[in-house]
């Protein structure tokens, strides 16, 4: 569904029709193709037949609802993933995080915020595909692009992510604390308390691990929080 030079794929899945066309127009208007879907099992067939840029998920979805779709999009498929929810309890932040998401927004939302996650989550996506210069063969952060090398390999992390591992590699050997990690992570999860951490570190290990499978750089310390051991 996407590819260089061509206007990238974002596959919208929203039950909601007039939030699905507001989407879809914006995310026209931003130089993408949006496809979108009112039913989560056939919007998961068309991802594994070509897997698009990026995908929009609505979390209240019929039938098979996004939290399912999440996990089975991650079984196959790495395009990075923002989740639409309208619940405000921590827990069901927490659950989109676990099942493989990227981000997340808040309904009622603005189009144009929305929009702007899209296009920061395929920067990030690509950047790591086909970056300018390969990174060294150990671990680097790049402060200005905005994301991190794992055995020479950038990582597809989302911004939060980012922070994350990015202030575990700045300090190899020292452990943070859960909070610690929250104050250095996205203004997007104030709301959220610090075992938000623990999604966030679990989705950083399974990226490491794609690059990695014998990998196990990100520490727990029990009680405390976590350390980067190179």
Same mark, same amino acid.
């Given at each position: 569904?996407?590819? =260089?030079?061509? %206007?990238?794929? *974002?596959?919208?899945?929203?039950?909601?029709?007039?939030? =699905?066309?507001?989407?879809?127009?914006?995310?026209?208007?931003? #130089?993408?193709?949006?496809a979108t879907f009112s039913d989560g099992g056939v919007?998961?067939?068309? $991802?594994?037949?070509?897997?698009? !840029?990026?995908?929009?998920?609505?979390?209240?979805?019929? #039938?098979?609802?996004?939290?399912?779709?999440?996990?089975?999009?991650?079984?196959?498929?790495? !395009? +990075?993933?923002?989740?639409?929810?309208?619940?405000?309890?921590?827990?069901? %932040?927490?659950? #989109?995080?676990?099942?493989?998401?990227?981000?997340?927004?808040?309904?009622?939302?603005? !189009? %144009?915020?929305?929009?702007?996650? $899209?296009?920061?989550?395929?920067?990030?996506?690509? #950047?790591? *595909?086909?970056?300018?210069?390969?990174?060294?063969?150990?671990?680097?952060?790049?402060?200005?692009?905005?994301?991190?090398?794992?055995?020479? /390999?950038?990582?597809?992390?989302?911004?939060?992510?980012?922070?994350?591992?990015?202030?575990?590699?700045? /300090?190899?050997? =020292?452990?943070?604390?859960?909070?610690?990690?929250?104050?250095?992570?996205?203004?997007?999860?104030?709301?959220?308390?610090?075992?938000?951490?623990?999604?966030?570190?679990?989705?950083? =290990?399974?990226?490491? !691990?794609?690059?990695? +499978?014998?990998?196990?750089?990100?520490?727990?310390?029990?009680?405390?929080?976590?350390?980067?051991?190179?």
């Amino acid at each position: 569904m996407t590819g =260089r030079g061509a %206007r990238r794929t *974002v596959v919208i899945i929203e039950d909601d029709p007039k939030i =699905r066309a507001v989407l879809a127009d914006y995310i026209a208007a931003a #130089g993408h193709e949006p496809a979108t879907f009112s039913d989560g099992g056939v919007a998961l067939k068309a $991802i594994m037949e070509a897997p698009p !840029a990026a995908i929009i998920l609505d979390l209240m979805l019929p #039938g098979l609802d996004g939290m399912a779709v999440c996990a089975r999009v991650r079984q196959h498929c790495a !395009a +990075p993933i923002l989740m639409l929810t309208a619940k405000v309890e921590e827990i069901d %932040r927490l659950r #989109g995080l676990d099942a493989g998401a990227d981000d997340y927004v808040c309904k009622p939302f603005s !189009a %144009r915020e929305v929009v702007a996650r $899209i296009n920061a989550l395929i920067r990030r996506a690509e #950047g790591r *595909v086909t970056q300018a210069c390969a990174p060294p063969a150990g671990y680097m952060v790049d402060q200005v692009g905005m994301r991190a090398a794992w055995k020479g /390999q950038w990582l597809t992390l989302s911004p939060t992510e980012y922070q994350i591992l990015a202030s575990l590699m700045r /300090q190899p050997g =020292r452990v943070f604390t859960r909070e610690q990690l929250l104050d250095r992570s996205s203004d997007h999860f104030r709301d959220v308390n610090d075992r938000a951490i623990d999604s966030h570190i679990k989705n950083i =290990r399974r990226k490491i !691990a794609a690059v990695d +499978p014998s990998s196990a750089c990100v520490a727990s310390v029990y009680g405390v929080g976590y350390r980067f051991d190179p």
